[in-house]
């Protein structure tokens, strides 16, 4: 059958119904959210004479909540008007709409019987054929198709999305033995196209894959506290970034979450599964437990394992619970010789060798809780899941971790981990010594740039389902390589497309990524069809490297810095003029010279999670690599009549002079930095090399023209300049800015306006780039900028461009 999602209905608009309503209105689906009606009148209600059949009542539950996840932060939305595609009503009046829905997406109360009643509504209203879901985190799903019909069943399964929907990445698909396989492959297929998710199919066990094995992970370190007398600071320093894990780590994603949602978890787990060998682990620690009585649930409650007071002074400060005094206490700086030695580390899996092997409290609680978990998920097999690698998958997606258990485990080393376990108690499932007694000493490998997992029924390995669709740069990295240096590897992702890989920290831009971009386009147009830039990093770029401009400014090596800059808009402009296409697959943070790049390629393949911006005015500069050159040109072309030249040279302008930063791939439009016909979105980060790949191909194939450089640049001269100090001395004298904001502000009205030109004239591109350089250059000799700068390299902040 072939499926197409038009409109969507949503039943259910607490925090997770209205945030998938969001969602899918994110994509372009229509979206139908429904609620209860009212039980009772507001005073507001009453005062203004509405009664409970009134529409505006009705709806209050709905759209209350809908306009609540609007406001949220972070926000569910990548545009303020995909709100256009939701539309709101309630059970009592609305439910007949469901009938013109492709889907039916149950989001309400925890409670089976409560479920029922809605599933009674949707098996009346509904069209045959059309897809229902639930999106329980814990209620058997084959408990909710009870009594239903056969088709109702033949097109019911769970959906669990994790919250929140948009920035979670994992959705597990829990079908029953009445689902139909069609269904399942649908919304597998579709939850990772389309949602941008990674869909992890699951068995109808309680709790899932993700919950089961990370409501274990956070038990197992909650009871290690006492064992290990260990700090609320130290369990957070120890299972953090450094481990692989996210920033709020343990004690601060539980704040976060909610303290009550985590034990509710841990007491189902605890009464479902009496003959779990880890079933002590999940009844709740002393401490746990006086922290539910306080109702020190964590940021709903305002206080739990940290709070948030104001000092004397007014300033916040963050506090950390003493779980031996229960009196909160400023934060303690930890330190550990472990996280010493694997700060230089780069690599997550080295970085696993030397937490394994640490002597102090990090490489013990390390050693304590990887060991069981090591033995929990071999167990886990085949109960939870037949493959070993939806596990991982389950985990990345759905906890942000950056390896799964079993990655992990093969980062230490399987039989060196089980040689360990054996000290602490632990014992992995027995089909794991089967595989290393059969010659197999991982669970994971990689072979000809494909991964393949370890398959237990048939003891041999299989290419993980799926990822035949994806580039994964780490697969090919060893035999694809065809030139590399510090900063930057150029690979061959086959069918003559060579891709530009970053790897310097956190992908800054300096000399060697601009001789690697060169290089490659180079390599191109002698003996391949096109290059993407991108890489698999967790961001695209922060910019150039600023500790560099920093020390030339300092030592005022003022040709040096000159013909660096002049390198940089030089990589810029071949981008765009090479002859071959150019393709620039930017996500997460894409800042600075990232943005600039990204403002010059043939064609922008970015993830929806992309977060542009071009931020050097908070540096003390501007943009220097042709970004405000790039601004000036595209404020020529939208230039019409007087009124929107002024209103778009303003909105230009201040895009640059505010440092602005798209918080989506979607908002990088709106504000300017992404051209309409030259920019694709890929909603699956997984997607988007093999997109970009896709797409440089198709510029090739279509017959790639090498495009010419742009002499009819139409700047304002005089009459912009106009409006630019007239601004600037107006937000000076208010104090709104400082002097030094001021004068950043002139030498970008300046260069934008292309000098004090006596009238409107069309300028060259190299006429903007030389007025850009000089002005970032006499802005770099400015203390303030200095000033900027230094506390940046100096305070560890991202190197930003």
């Not at 005062?47 to 996840?69: F, H, P």
């Not at 959705?171 to 939850?191: C, H, N, R």
Request: hydrophobic share 40%; charged share 25%; glycine share 8%.
């Amino acid at each position: 059958m072939e499926r197409h999602i038009k409109k969507v209905a949503v039943l259910g608009s607490g925090i997770m119904g209205s945030r998938i309503a969001c969602h899918f209105a994110n994509i372009g689906v229509a979206v139908l959210l429904l609620d209860i009606a009212p039980k009772e009148l507001s005073s507001d209600e009453q005062a203004k004479g509405l009664t409970l059949e009134s529409s505006v009542v009705k709806n209050r539950i709905v759209n209350l909540a809908l306009q609540a996840a609007a406001k949220s932060n972070p926000s569910p939305l990548y545009s303020k008007k995909a709100l256009n595609n939701i539309t709101t009503g309630n059970f009592q009046d609305d439910m007949p709409q469901i009938a013109n829905c492709d889907w039916v997406i149950e989001v309400v109360v925890e409670n089976l019987e409560i479920k029922k009643k809605v599933f009674d509504q949707v098996e009346q209203f509904r069209t045959p054929g059309t897809l229902i879901t639930s999106n329980t985190s814990g209620i058997p799903i084959h408990l909710m198709a009870e009594g239903r019909s056969e088709d109702f069943k033949k097109h019911f399964c769970g959906s669990h999305f994790f919250n929140p929907p948009r920035y979670l990445k994992l959705l597990e698909i829990i079908p029953t033995k009445d689902t139909s396989t069609e269904v399942v492959a649908f919304l597998m297929q579709y939850g990772d196209k389309f949602l941008g998710k990674t869909t992890v199919l699951c068995k109808d066990t309680p709790a899932f894959i993700a919950n089961r094995v990370g409501v274990y992970s956070i038990m197992a370190l909650l009871h290690l506290v006492e064992k290990l007398d260990l700090t609320v600071e130290e369990i957070d320093k120890f299972t953090g970034p450094a481990m692989g894990r996210p920033k709020s780590a343990t004690f601060r994603t539980s704040d976060v979450v909610g303290l009550d949602t985590m034990i509710k978890v841990a007491k189902g787990l605890y009464d479902n599964f009496p003959d779990d060998k880890a079933h002590n682990l999940f009844e709740l620690p002393s401490f746990v437990k006086k922290l539910e009585e306080n109702k020190w649930l964590g940021d709903k409650t305002k206080q739990g394992f940290y709070k948030k007071t104001k000092s004397a002074e007014g300033k916040t400060e963050i506090l950390a619970l003493d779980l031996k005094t229960w009196e909160y206490k400023p934060l303690q700086k930890i330190k550990s010789a472990t996280l010493e030695m694997t700060k230089t580390i780069e690599n997550l899996r080295e970085r696993m060798k030397v937490f394994v092997k640490g002597k102090d409290k990090a490489g013990e609680l390390f050693r304590y809780s990887s060991f069981g978990l090591f033995e929990y998920v071999s167990d886990r097999i085949p109960e939870i899941s037949d493959e070993l690698y939806r596990i991982d998958d389950a985990m990345r997606a759905g906890f942000g971790w950056e390896l799964g258990p079993f990655e992990m485990w093969d980062a230490v080393g399987v039989k060196e981990a089980i040689d360990g376990m054996k000290e602490y108690g632990n014992k992995p499932a027995p089909w794991v010594q089967e595989m290393l007694d059969a010659g197999h000493t991982s669970f994971y490998k990689v072979e000809s740039g494909v991964k393949k997992y370890y398959d237990i029924p048939s003891k041999s390995y299989k290419e993980v389902p799926g990822t035949e669709a994806f580039i994964i740069l780490n697969n090919l990295r060893e035999s694809k390589t065809l030139w590399k240096n510090s900063g930057v590897s150029i690979i061959d992702l086959g069918d003559g497309i060579l891709n530009v890989e970053f790897h310097t920290k956190m992908n800054t831009i300096g000399g060697d990524v601009i001789t690697g971009i060169n290089k490659a386009i180079d390599m191109a147009e002698k003996d391949y069809r096109g290059v993407v830039i991108g890489n698999d990093g967790a961001n695209f770029s922060a910019g150039a490297n600023v500790g560099m401009i920093f020390m030339m400014a300092v030592e005022q090596e003022w040709d040096e810095l000159n013909m660096a800059v002049r390198a940089f808009q030089n990589t810029s402009m071949r981008i765009r003029y090479s002859s071959i296409p150019v393709v620039v697959a930017p996500f997460n943070l894409t800042l600075g010279g990232g943005c600039e790049f990204s403002l010059h390629a043939d064609h922008v393949q970015l993830s929806a999670e992309t977060y542009m911006g071009l931020v050097e005015f908070g540096v003390g500069v501007i943009p220097g690599g042709g970004g405000t050159k790039e601004f000036a040109l595209r404020a020529s072309d939208e230039y019409r009549d007087d009124q929107i030249v002024q209103n778009t040279f303003k909105d230009r302008f201040l895009t640059i002079g505010t440092a602005k930063v798209s918080t989506s791939g979607y908002e990088a439009y709106e504000l300017g930095y992404l051209q309409k016909g030259k920019f694709s979105i890929s909603m699956n980060r997984n997607r988007l090399l093999a997109d970009a790949k896709a797409k440089a191909i198709e510029l090739a194939d279509v017959g790639y023209t090498k495009p010419v450089q742009r002499k009819d640049i139409k700047v304002l001269g005089k009459q912009g300049l106009g409006i630019v100090y007239a601004g600037a001395n107006s937000m000076y004298s208010g104090h709104y800015i400082s002097e030094h904001d001021k004068k950043i502000s002139e030498k970008l009205g300046y260069v934008m306006c292309g000098g004090d030109l006596s009238s409107p004239t069309e300028v060259t591109e190299q006429y903007l780039l030389d007025l850009e350089r000089e002005a970032f250059l006499s802005l770099c000799g400015e203390r303030k900028t200095l000033e900027r700068i230094q506390s940046i390299v100096t305070k560890g902040k991202p190197l930003r461009n």
